[in-house]
């Protein structure tokens, strides 16, 4: 038997028992937003395609601004040029889809807006397409509500029975701006849809290495049963920029990096990276031994918060040959901002597998390259044979799982370098996807618009996970809330952040990864 062959009998296609995509309407508020233009209707496109899409299907875009269906379809055709993945796009097959798309003008603060929002959903030509509808909040959140009270007023989102269809409701971050705010968004959302209606949305989450986190975890005995305090030192997760702020000034100086990457993209890794496994794979059980991880962190008082945590923010430096501005000098910035453009972080996890074993997080703005990856560092070797005689030579055993770019896996260990002589050196084997299997790796909004339509809440963020991450960095916030930055926690464009955070893991002997390399 050939090995193509072997693999195809092998595979385990767990989709079989996927739910079904059915026949939707899915209504995009913020229809003229760049996260539509950029990433939605891209992803749309995609699954159109690939045949992924329910038969029949239609998307409404709702906005303040004055244009027709046909306006509307040229931006997005416009956009998409630009946008997707596949090149070129074919005039033949955007025209199907785009046949599909419609635009809606209104204002979320007009109940008469919405009226006739509900008279175009009803006006479908397939009536199921009247009942099955996805709302997705492409808005500041500051318009969350307005939307959601708006809509179950005119009758478009109802508590979910079966006699009404369904309806389902996508939020985009941030979660609330703290603890407090976060629960209270929460408690109106439930106002108006059941928790299970809800959708909170973290990109992260879609990324096909993220997803191959468990799979690799809980299908390979080899890696599981060193899964823990005994074989495993320490644990890094970075999550670096190359850019800087950009023209993102004005929303940077309310979140910060805290708020805007470790408070979700960061700590979603880490749950799923550390969480115990689940008693099925049922979106409930996967989320439900998230949230114990999260409650299982152990908490920074803020009297420890200079000691656990390090702040920075970049100032003007050199980067790929070209020069950054500092971000006190970025469009809509105060300049005299102290807000983080980079935090790292030791974290604890006081539970029986984790206990002892630093969780270390770190993620910036206008570091020398982008990427996101794990690297779980195993614990040395003894002190006897070739460790006592190549001392801190031997490296210890790593295995890095590599988010973007170039999604993949490696495990680094040490083996004889050939010849006469006895060397060691470290090697790897390296997995990537696209080497191995051949074939593109879907956006993370394919994958999580899918979702969606289907009813699969396990890649959404349920409100508890929300509310136990706010935990975690709401002393963190409130440590640094009114005390400027020091000359220390300043670091130059191009450089991977202040001194501070080395400091913060030589204090365990460890150092920081460069992710460049993979080593």
């Known amino acids: ?84 993945r596949t090149q070129p796009v074919e005039l033949s097959s955007w025209e199907r889809f785009a046949g599909c798309i419609s635009y809606q003008r209104g204002d979320i603060t007009q109940d008469n807006d919405f009226k006739r929002l509900k008279q175009r959903v009803y006006a479908a030509e397939h009536p199921v397409l009247a009942h099955q509808l996805l709302f997705y909040l492409a808005i500041s959140p500051s318009q969350f509500m307005h939307t959601v009270s708006a809509l179950s007023r005119v009758g478009l989102l109802r508590h979910q029975t079966r006699e009404h269809g369904w309806q389902r409701v996508v939020v985009e971050k941030p979660f609330g701006h703290d603890g407090p705010s976060a629960q209270s968004l929460n408690d109106s ?14 990109h992260y989450l879609g990324k096909e290495t993220v997803q191959n986190i468990l799979v690799f975890r809980f299908s390979n005995a080899i ?56 008693v099925s794979l049922e979106d409930e059980s996967i989320r439900d031994e998230k949230v114990k991880l999260l409650r299982s962190i152990r908490l920074i008082d803020s009297s420890d918060v200079f000691d656990q945590v390090v702040r920075g923010q970049y100032f ?55 990427a996101s990856e794990v690297r779980i560092q195993f614990r040395p070797v003894p002190n006897i044979l070739f460790a006592a005689q190549c001392g801190q030579h031997l490296d210890a055993n790593a295995l890095t799982l590599r988010l973007q770019p170039d999604e993949g896996i490696h495990l680094r260990f040490n083996g004889k370098v050939p ?85 913060l893991l030589a204090q365990n002997q460890h150092v920081w990864r460069t992710p460049l390399s993979i080593s």
Not at 37 to 61: D, N, S, T, W
Not at 261 to 271: D, E
């Open 189 to 202: 959302l439930i106002s108006f849809a059941h928790e299970k209606q809800i959708y909170r949305i973290d």
């Open 223 to 278: 890696f599981e049963a060193l899964w823990d305090r005994r074989s495993i030192d320490h644990i890094q997760i970075t999550v670096s920029e190359s850019l800087g702020v950009g023209s993102r000034g004005g929303y940077y100086e309310e979140s910060g990096a805290l708020r805007d990457m470790v408070q979700n993209h960061l700590l979603q890794v880490l749950s799923l990276i550390a969480m115990e496994p689940p």
């Open 419 to 503: 010849g006469n002589s006895a060397e060691l050196r470290p090697v790897k084997m390296a997995f990537h996807y696209n080497a191995e299997f051949g074939a593109y790796t879907p956006e993370a909004y394919e994958r999580l618009l899918l979702e969606a339509m289907a009813g699969d809440a396990t890649l959404f963020i349920r409100r508890d996970e929300v509310e136990a991450a706010w935990k975690i960095v709401d002393p963190i916030r409130e440590a640094w809330q009114g005390r400027d930055l020091t000359n220390k926690e300043f670091y130059s464009a191009g450089t991977w952040g202040p001194e501070a955070s080395q400091v």
């Open 316 to 370: 003007a430096g050199q980067l790929h040959g070209k020069m950054c501005p500092a971000y006190r000098q970025e469009s809509n910035v105060s300049p005299t901002s102290n807000v983080e453009t980079f935090v790292a972080m030791r974290l604890l996890i006081d539970n029986w597998r984790w206990a002892g074993v630093p969780f270390y997080l770190r993620t910036g703005k206008n570091l020398p390259l982008s």
């Open 1 to 84: 038997m050939m090995n193509d062959d072997l693999d195809e009998l092998l595979t385990c296609r767990l989709d079989k028992k996927r739910k079904q995509v059915e026949p939707v309407t899915l209504v995009i508020f913020g229809a003229s937003g760049d996260l539509t233009r950029r990433k939605l209707i891209p992803a749309l496109y995609h699954l159109y395609l690939e045949g992924q899409l329910p038969e029949p299907f239609r998307i409404i875009g709702f906005s303040r601004r004055e244009k027709t269906d046909e306006i509307w379809r040229q931006e997005l055709w416009q956009s998409l040029q630009k946008f997707s």
